[in-house]
């Protein structure tokens, strides 16, 4: 019997969302043929769930691991990593073509071609919470969000611990950045987070800047399809509006003409 997350979600095709992963979700996850996983808190998985990867030869790319390390790497009062990570190289849980050179964690030196290792992307050192409002950092969603439209990583899950609080930001922001009007992605982030809902979590979507996002070079099918809509309809309002326009010029101009020509009833009294 399949058993999904709790949270799970399909957020578009071959995207999907999740809470952790425990045992009992793994045949499931399984029949997903997933490529790539993301995580976006800053906690290492567990074995069975580190293991579940290996074994399927997905590769685990903890974003938020990656902005914790380096925040903390900055600070001179920083003391030694109680996460137990490695301090190997280039993960060795993907292709040779794995962005990011941040630490393996969880994989001891990674000096193993076929031993797993956690990916931590070299992410501009910024905290993983750069104010008491911000539930994730923009370098941070920034880097995950070129990550879901690369159709290389394909297909991917994006995970936190709880499926609610990072990841309805996270999912929020792409729904800005697919040009959803914010009531909407409103009601999608408060359909998973229920009662859990959290305002400066929908504050962080409506202020995050979409114009920093760099569009990869091969981006997904769902994704060009939509854009590809978008801009017809974006052609179509702009076409009616200059109609519109067009049409409110010609009426004023009839209205002066009438004017123009009106014959005057004006008598003058000897």
Same mark, same amino acid.
């Given at each position: 019997?399949? +058993?999904?997350?709790?949270?799970?979600?399909?957020?578009?095709? #071959?995207?999907?969302?999740?809470?952790?992963?425990?045992?009992?979700?793994?045949?499931?996850?399984?029949?997903?043929?997933?490529?790539?996983?993301?995580?976006?808190?800053?906690?290492?998985?567990?074995?069975?769930?580190?293991?579940?990867?290996?074994?399927?030869?997905?590769?685990?790319?903890?974003?938020?691991? $990656?902005? /914790?390390? *380096? *925040?903390?790497?900055?600070?001179?009062?920083?003391?030694?990593?109680?996460?137990?990570?490695?301090?190997?190289?280039? #993960?060795?849980? $993907?292709?040779?073509?794995?962005?990011? +050179?941040?630490?393996?964690?969880?994989? $001891?030196?990674?000096?193993?071609?076929?031993?797993?290792?956690?990916?931590?992307?070299?992410?501009?050192?910024?905290?993983?919470?750069?104010? /008491?409002?911000?539930?994730?950092? !923009?370098?941070?969603?920034? !880097?995950?969000? !070129?990550?879901?439209?690369?159709?290389?990583?394909?297909?991917?899950?994006?995970?936190? +611990?709880?499926?609610?609080?990072?990841? #309805?930001?996270?999912?929020?922001?792409?729904?800005?950045?697919?040009? /959803?009007?914010?009531?909407?992605?409103?009601?999608?982030?408060?359909?998973?987070? #229920?009662?859990?809902?959290?305002?400066?979590?929908?504050?962080?979507?409506?202020?995050?800047?979409?114009?920093?996002? @760099?569009?990869?070079?091969?981006?997904?099918?769902?994704?060009?399809?939509?854009?590809?809509?978008?801009?017809?309809?974006?052609?179509?309002?702009?076409?009616?509006?200059?109609?519109?326009?067009?049409?409110?010029?010609?009426?004023?101009?009839?209205?002066?003409?009438?004017?123009?020509?009106?014959?005057?009833?004006?008598? @003058?009294?000897?």
């Amino acid at each position: 019997m399949l +058993t999904p997350p709790e949270q799970f979600g399909i957020v578009e095709p #071959g995207l999907y969302r999740s809470d952790t992963l425990h045992p009992s979700h793994f045949p499931f996850i399984r029949s997903l043929n997933l490529k790539t996983a993301i995580l976006l808190t800053p906690e290492l998985p567990s074995r069975a769930m580190s293991n579940f990867f290996e074994e399927n030869q997905i590769r685990l790319i903890d974003l938020a691991l $990656g902005s /914790w390390k *380096n *925040n903390s790497n900055s600070n001179s009062n920083n003391n030694t990593d109680a996460t137990g990570s490695g301090a190997g190289g280039q #993960g060795a849980g $993907g292709d040779s073509s794995t962005s990011g +050179t941040g630490g393996g964690a969880g994989g $001891g030196g990674g000096s193993g071609a076929n031993m797993f290792t956690l990916t931590t992307p070299s992410i501009p050192a910024a905290p993983f919470q750069t104010s /008491w409002w911000k539930p994730l950092s !923009e370098e941070l969603i920034k !880097e995950g969000l !070129e990550m879901i439209l690369d159709v290389n990583n394909y297909p991917i899950m994006v995970m936190d +611990t709880s499926g609610i609080h990072e990841i #309805g930001t996270f999912m929020g922001c792409l729904r800005r950045l697919q040009h /959803w009007n914010l009531s909407s992605i409103i009601v999608e982030y408060r359909a998973y987070a #229920g009662n859990k809902a959290r305002y400066v979590n929908e504050q962080f979507i409506e202020l995050f800047d979409i114009d920093w996002i @760099t569009l990869p070079a091969s981006l997904p099918i769902w994704w060009i399809e939509q854009e590809t809509m978008w801009r017809e309809e974006e052609e179509e309002r702009e076409l009616q509006l200059e109609q519109e326009r067009e049409a409110e010029a010609h009426r004023r101009q009839e209205d002066l003409n009438q004017l123009t020509i009106r014959p005057s009833n004006v008598t @003058t009294s000897s």
